[in-house]
């Protein structure tokens, strides 16, 4: 997929593979020995895992060590409350995924008047300005994952039929760029489309939500889920009162492809590259602690995928062969169709 977003205060993006460190950074970087803490939203989806095995392979390669991990679990005043220490710790830089918005913007912005250097994944929190406040941030190209999924959902919505859109209550850059590029997409490629929208600002209330808007549109042909995690919650919870409803998502995570492998409910998915932007992010927070001129926004393109190459996309998404029971299901369903 080629990158059709901008970034937060509207960049063209620099893609990720043109951000590489030479030969003489490297040894430089190597004998400066960096230290790095990382702090997310989570540790515990599969997204999360594969960005911080991207992040650590590329700084330990450069002799730089990966000294924190901090998972804010969604909580806004935890991730304040690392980033106000971490001003306060010995590390060179932090690499962090903002959560919310304007809330977390002060806590952010001290990291760098404290002299570390910031990278930021998908999102700059308002107010914020590259060069000032942080470095650079880091992201998948979100505009064009919803144009994915919107594209790859409208096969599956019938002339005058109705979709529904399970958004995030939370002031998210990412997220909203994704539903924001799946309106805009439906509007002018399938204007005879009626959207629907639901939000969950809790994961365990995606469920829920799902229901609820199949509920006020009982003629509701297909959902769009900002990311893979909801999208299975709403999978489990459809298929618990007995409906069958075709889904994209965003993020191949391993629920997500056992459930395409199966031919189940998710119909297509807007892949980002999590270990590739991970990898990304570690070079140019080296880039940046090295002193080098590093781009405001980088970004990567996404990749679709069906039940047709999940297989396939599995390994080039996951650097890694795709688990047993993902070849399994697909083998039982006899083979993958589009």
């Known amino acids: 997929m080629s990158i059709a977003g901008l970034g937060p205060h509207g960049e ?26 990382v702090v997310l939203h989570t540790t515990s989806s599969d997204w999360s895992k594969q960005e911080l095995a991207g992040i650590a392979a590329t700084l330990g ?7 924190e991990v901090v998972d804010c679990n969604f909580d806004v005043d935890q991730q304040i409350a690392a980033l106000t220490r971490l001003a306060e710790e010995p590390v060179d830089a932090v690499i962090s995924i903002p959560i919310g918005n304007a809330r977390v913007a002060e806590a ?10 910031l990278v930021l994944l998908d999102n700059a929190p308002t107010g914020m300005l590259p060069g000032t406040d942080y470095a650079s941030v880091v992201s998948t190209d979100n505009f064009g994952l919803g144009q994915s999924c ?3 959902l409208s096969k599956h919505i019938p002339s005058g039929g109705a979709a529904g859109i399970l958004g995030y209550g939370i ?47 009982p003629g509701l042909a297909g959902i769009f889920a900002v990311w893979d995690v909801p999208a299975m919650k709403a999978v489990r919870a459809l298929a618990q009162q007995g409906y069958d409803i075709p889904i994209t998502t965003v993020d191949l995570g391993n629920e997500v492809a056992i459930e395409m492998a199966r031919h189940g409910m998710i119909k297509g998915v807007g892949a980002q590259m999590p270990y590739d932007q991970g ?57 993958a169709q589009n």
Not at 12 to 37: G, N
């Open 171 to 217: 002031d998210f850059f990412a997220t909203h760029e994704r539903e924001i590029a799946f309106r805009k997409w439906m509007g002018i490629n399938r204007p005879d489309v009626t959207l629907v929208r639901e939000r969950f600002s809790e994961l365990d209330s995606a469920g829920t939500a799902a229901l609820e808007m199949l509920r006020s549109t």
């Open 12 to 37: 063209r993006a620099v893609p990720a593979d043109q951000i590489q460190l030479t030969a003489i950074d490297t040894i430089e970087a190597q004998a400066r020995r960096f230290t790095v803490a």
């Open 108 to 117: 952010h912005r001290k990291l760098t008047q404290s002299g570390r250097k």
């Open 150 to 152: 919107a594209a790859m």
């Open 279 to 335: 990898s990304a992010a570690a070079r140019v927070t080296l880039a940046a602690l090295l002193g080098l001129a590093v781009p405001p926004w980088v970004a990567l393109g996404g990749r679709e995928v069906t039940p047709f190459d999940v297989i396939e996309a599995y390994q080039v998404i996951w650097h890694q062969p795709a688990p047993r029971i993902i070849i399994e299901s697909l083998r039982d369903m006899g083979g």
């Open 61 to 67: 390669l450069h002799s730089a060590a990966l000294v």
